[in-house]
């Protein structure tokens, strides 16, 4: 089992920025891919950006390429999602997932989800 725990979600107006983070215990997490995903009212959950834990390598969303970054910091057992130039569609509940399968982006591949964090951008 791994238990994800997600904060720092809040109220930012457009064009500022927010970090999340995510703190994951359980089970060694060496062989895990991290990812973030969020999903607005009415809408399907989509997934943001993702990172191997052990080697380091990300992969995004087209909606968030350049402006969001994903990372890790295997001394806390944390992942982090620093979002900058924030705008309204990024409005959402933001969840940390865990899976073993190296590429993934679909929820249905992930194995372990956070209760998640509520993200508001204003206009």
């Known amino acids: 089992q791994v238990q994800l725990v997600e904060s720092g979600g809040g109220l930012r107006q457009t064009g500022a920025s927010l970090r999340l983070s995510c703190v994951a215990s359980?089970?060694?997490?060496?062989?895990?891919?991290m990812g973030w995903f969020r999903q607005a009212p009415g809408k399907e959950r989509e997934f943001v950006a993702a990172?191997?834990?052990?080697?380091?390598?990300?992969y995004y969303a087209d909606s968030v390429k350049g402006r969001f970054t994903i990372s890790r910091e295997k001394v806390k057992n944390t992942v982090y999602l620093q979002m900058t130039s924030l705008k309204p569609q990024d409005t959402a509940v933001y969840y940390c997932?865990?899976?073993?399968?190296?590429?993934?982006?679909?929820?249905?591949?992930?194995?372990?989800w956070g209760q998640g964090t509520q993200v508001t951008v204003s206009s």
């Open positions: 359980g089970r060694t997490l060496s062989r895990y891919v």
């Open positions: 990172v191997s834990w052990s080697g380091g390598g990300t």
């Open positions: 997932a865990a899976t073993l399968q190296l590429i993934a982006t679909r929820p249905s591949q992930y194995d372990y």
